[in-house]
């Protein structure tokens, strides 16, 4: 044979669809939803360093979420924004509050959809942190053992209301096995935790911080989050979290660390999400509002990126868009 000839599969796009060897569906997606406790039922106040995206009351929630179900949405991962705020964060495991009652109206309403909950105190606290703090601490060292008690509270809430699944994004460590320990002496052994288990201290959450309200104060989240240089670190969280009883591991933010999702994927035999943060989304966003790039065709490529390096679940704030655009069907 004289060379290669790549060329002869690229030549028509029904040979190249043919041969596409990886692909996105909507059961591939989860949307994310920031539900706010408010008495205004018409709320929905647009997060502006996140175009299109939105601070939605209980009443917009359900709108939302059943147009996109009409579009062919399956999943949803919800972040609550309570009225008030302490040092403990007890209005995320408020069995009243307003996650635990986002997921009860959804369940009633659409009990075909996945509803998975954002597991943290850090949208609940008033210092903005993920657990809580000594009384006198100003450092924003959060203290590990006492907030694992108070974050299987939150599951626990979060089980009772009807969600699907649990997904705990704060990085302590043991708090799959105690959230793990919790559901299941309450009789929720079949009720699956996806482990934020490889999450890195990012500056790709800015927008988020301003969707959730969930800013530190004071300090910063490098003393719980992963170190952006690190990749056999991973490897030590995702088994750890595993043995503790993890059924699907989340890599975030995604993008900037595909050779981490790859390596995940090679290492170990759970499902994995990706999540492509709200940093992700804006950059793509304002450079496609800006006319700099075709929106449409990035998105579509950032994610196959995503599902060629091993993830299962792409976490993206696009779903809601790509399926209402007929994008992904
Ligand atoms: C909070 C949490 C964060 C995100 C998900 N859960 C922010 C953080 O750790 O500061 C980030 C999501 C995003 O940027 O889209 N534990
Ligand atoms: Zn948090």
Redesign the pocket.
């Known amino acids: 044979m004289e060379f290669f000839r790549g060329r002869r599969l690229r030549n028509t796009p029904a040979l190249r669809d043919i041969l596409r060897e990886t692909h996105i569906k909507p059961a591939d997606l989860v949307m994310p939803y920031f539900v706010v406790e408010t008495d205004d039922e018409n709320f929905k106040k647009p997060i502006s360093a996140m175009p299109g995206q939105f601070q939605l009351s209980l009443a917009e929630l359900k709108k939302s979420v059943e147009l996109s179900i009409s579009h062919g949405l399956k999943s949803v991962l919800l972040f609550g924004i309570p009225k008030t705020k302490d040092p403990v964060g007890s209005e995320g495991y408020n069995e009243n509050g307003i996650v635990q009652q986002a997921v009860s109206m959804l369940k009633k309403h659409f009990p075909e959809l996945i509803v998975i909950t954002?597991v943290?105190l850090?949208e609940y606290t008033s210092h903005g942190h993920?657990g809580v703090l000594n009384e006198k601490d100003k450092t924003g060292v959060v203290l590990n053992d006492s907030t694992l008690e108070l974050l299987a509270k939150v599951a626990l809430s979060h089980a009772k209301a009807g969600a699907d699944i649990v997904a705990p994004?704060?990085m302590m460590d043991g708090r799959v096995r105690a959230i793990r320990q919790a559901l299941d002496k309450a009789g929720y052994v079949q009720l699956p935790i996806m482990s934020y288990a490889v999450k890195y201290a990012s500056a790709?959450?800015g927008?988020?911080?301003e969707a959730a309200e969930?800013s530190p104060q004071f300090g910063d989240?490098r003393t719980y989050?992963m170190d952006f240089g690190n990749a056999q670190e991973a490897i030590r969280e995702m088994s750890a979290d595993i043995d503790e009883g993890a059924d699907i591991g989340i890599i975030k933010p995604a993008g900037a660390y595909q050779d981490i999702i790859r390596l995940m994927y090679d290492s170990f035999d759970i499902p994995l999400a990706a999540?492509q943060?709200?940093?992700e989304y804006s950059m793509i966003k304002a450079a496609g509002q800006n006319g700099w790039i075709n929106e449409e065709a990035v998105i579509l490529e950032s994610l196959m990126g995503l599902r060629r390096s091993g993830a299962k679940l792409l976490i993206t704030y696009f779903t809601e868009e790509l399926l209402a655009k007929g994008l992904i069907k």
Request: charged share 20%.
């Open positions: 954002d943290c850090c993920c994004s704060d790709y959450y927008p988020f911080r969930s989240r989050q999540y943060v709200s940093g």
